[in-house]
């Protein structure tokens, strides 16, 4: 992760994952990464592979 060594340990992160953002909490500083595809954060907001899998046999 860009910025990784830059993080002491200990420090609590906000991840925005659609918009491929971190951000440490205690200094406020932003890291950009890069998104993740469409589909990995479909999977990443519905909990997991398996309660993903089951909204879509659902639906």
């Known amino acids: 992760m860009p910025g990784g060594s830059r993080i002491p340990e200990g420090h609590r992160l906000r991840v925005d994952i659609e918009a491929g ?21 479909d999977i990443l907001i519905h909990g997991g592979l398996v309660p993903w899998a089951k909204q879509r046999k659902e639906a």
């Open 21 to 41: 953002l971190i951000q440490d909490l205690a200094t406020r500083e932003t890291y950009g990464i890069t998104p993740y595809p469409t589909f990995i954060r």
